[in-house]
């Protein structure tokens, strides 16, 4: 291991800093994109590497009885341990790199949207498993299905250069499908097809393989949630169309992920764990509701008492979304798996957010204080938005009095105050986040508005008050669940047989052919249903008795014709056809046990 391992503590040192490049938008973002993609491929197959050499190391310690050699090891394990984290170091920097997928124009005036990685695959050879299960199960010749099995693996293989688009989203729901009828043809989990799927972990490069189709659907659901983050990300938010298709995007990636929720569990992976996926769905909801609130800015804030108390609602429905997603990313096991970048975000958001509900709202009793300065009382209709903002309404919130109002907002100004300091503090911490100067400047922006403001507060009479709760509106997202119904494929095997009598769950005997000589009362053999067409009847002393046909045995083919999509009549009228010699080629189905069945594939 000396030369090769030397080579490697070489490599080391010789990580490269994504933080140091920032997108521009175009050619020149996706260009990046595509090279932080290969960049991702390269690291997990290293940490593949590593990872293998760090576990058989440990079992040699664990089974050797020579202190020399467990020194060796030890050694050894230490060194790929350290390999392992400097590898995920930079992987972490990639996936710290939210400029690269963001769209040119908003990136100096919006929060960065986070988005998933594509989880990347090693490649599977599919032609010794499913030619020998074509050949023992089927009783098929192999070599006729030779371009059908390169067919399913060069579809599998362009998985890892699906587009950031409509037509990647389709191609993955392709393969899906086509994985869908693949799996009842070959990949029954009571059968050792031998064909084991790794996919790498998408966050910490950590792989994994399992034989199970299950898991392999799993990825490929995954990929699909996010290809739509990455989707939304690149949408256009100065404009209405374009926070629009961030939005569909989203509620379709929360879509996905509360699909997966429900249908896999126990993944080898983290990234598919179950409290990851809670949180994923969490944030991406989040995203969404921030995004309709960009959309509710883009119109521009009216100044109207109920329009700012609107604005309040609607920022702190965005805090209360980032929240629980903040405390969540404190647990120790989601700081150490979870990129710092990430963290700093949703936090930044969190507090972002926060401050700005509090400012509309001290905006809001700032006006109030000066519409209703010497009336009696403030309209019904304003004691009404006021009774939505506070939900637990102290009686200062309806007293006409300004210096109650004045008093609030100045409680309100202190709150936002504090928010905006912790902001800017998630993003002074984060290295990750030192390259994006607007980001900085934004929340120093929105920390000199409130400022400002309290210099204008502080030189009006105010009583002293308790900032009350705001309250946040109830605005609805619509996930859209998974329908791969409308992505049509073909059965890349439909020569096997139809589905689902040919499959991997049934068994039959190899097809042999009988001849019938007809008789005066014909063949003696009665036939029912179709795809296949089923012996029903066998008269006794018949043609067909003689040469062994059964009741239950499947027709194939008459007269060498293949009937096995054709229509109950349309054998029918083969057999009448036939003359006075018919030609049937039959199986039997078998029922096996579990064992059995595995044997004989």
């Known amino acids: 291991s000396g030369s090769s391992r030397a080579g490697s503590k070489r490599e080391l040192f010789r990580l490269h800093d994504w933080s140091s490049e920032t997108s521009i938008g175009g050619r020149n973002a996706a260009t990046l994109r595509t090279r932080m993609q290969a ?25 050797s009885g020579d202190q020399k050699t467990r020194e060796q090891a030890t050694l050894e394990m230490n060194f790929a341990e350290s390999k392992i984290k400097a590898l995920q170091s930079e992987l972490c920097k990639i996936n710290s790199s939210l400029q690269a997928y963001q769209a040119a124009g908003t990136q100096e005036t919006q929060i960065p949207i986070i988005p998933l990685a594509l989880k990347t695959t090693t490649e599977v050879s ?23 099995i390169f067919d399913f693996q060069e579809l599998r293989e362009s998985l890892s250069a699906v587009t950031r688009d409509e037509a990647g989203i389709v191609a993955l729901c392709e393969y899906y499908n086509q994985l869908q009828l693949v799996g009842k043809r070959f990949l029954h989990p009571r059968i050792r097809h031998g064909i084991a799927f790794t996919w790498y972990d998408a966050i910490n490069g950590l792989p994994a393989a399992q034989h199970s189709v299950v898991f392999e659907r799993a990825c490929v659901l995954f990929n699909l949630t996010a290809l739509h983050t990455q989707i939304a990300a690149q949408q256009d938010r100065s404009t209405e169309e374009g926070m629009d298709t961030a939005v569909k995007s989203l509620e379709k990636a929360i879509g996905y992920l509360e699909y997966m929720k429900g249908k896999f569990s126990n993944s080898p992976t983290k990234d598919m764990s179950e409290d990851m996926l809670m949180l994923l769905s969490d944030l991406m909801k989040a995203q969404a509701m921030e995004i309709l609130w960009e959309k509710h800015q883009l119109r521009g804030l009216q100044e109207d008492i109920a329009s700012l108390i609107d604005c309040a609602h609607k920022t702190k429905s965005v805090a209360e979304c980032y929240r629980p997603i903040s405390g969540d990313v404190d647990l120790e096991h989601m700081k150490e798996y979870l990129p710092g970048c990430w963290i700093s975000i949703i936090k930044i958001k969190d507090a972002h957010y926060k401050a700005l509900a509090h400012y509309y709202a001290a905006v809001a009793h700032e006006t109030l ?40 907002m100045k409680a309100h100004l202190n709150c936002a105050s504090l928010s905006h300091e912790y902001a800017l503090k998630y993003n002074s911490l984060c290295r990750d986040l030192l390259p994006l100067l607007p980001l900085r400047e934004m929340l120093s922006a929105a920390e000199k508005r409130t400022q400002l403001k309290k210099e204008v507060a502080a030189g009006m009479e105010g009583v002293m008050v308790i900032a009350p709760t705001i309250q946040s509106s109830d605005v609805k997202l619509s996930p859209v669940r998974p329908d791969f119904s409308s992505i049509k494929v073909c ?73 096995l999509y054709k229509t109950h009549s349309d054998v029918v009228k083969l057999i009448r056809e036939s003359g006075d010699e018919l030609a049937l080629e039959i199986t039997t189905s078998v029922s096996r046990t579990g064992s059995e069945h595995r044997n004989s594939v």
């Open 491 to 563: 059965d890349m095997f439909r020569q096997l047989g139809p589905l689902p009598t040919f499959s991997i769950d049934n068994s039959w005997l190899p097809p042999r052919t009988v001849t019938l000589e007809k008789e005066e009362a014909g063949f003696g053999i009665s036939i029912k249903g179709y795809r296949p067409v089923i012996i029903s009847g066998v008269d006794e002393g018949s043609p067909a008795e003689a040469v062994g046909a059964k009741v239950g045995d499947w027709v194939l083919a008459v007269n060498g014709i293949g009937v």
């Open 39 to 63: 960049r991702r491929a390269t690291l997990n197959e290293e940490i593949r590497k590593e990872d293998k050499f760090h576990k058989g190391s440990k079992r040699l310690i664990g089974a």
């Open 369 to 408: 204080a000066a519409t209703y300065r010497g009336k009696g009382k403030i309209p019904e209709e304003i004691h009404t938005e006021l009774h939505f903002l506070y939900p637990d309404s102290p009686s200062e919130v309806f007293s006409p009095d300004p210096r109650q109002h004045i008093g609030l």
């Open 126 to 148: 599919f032609v010794s498993s499913f030619s020998d299960i074509i050949s023992r199960h089927y009783h098929h010749d192999p070599a006729l299905f030779r371009e059908n």
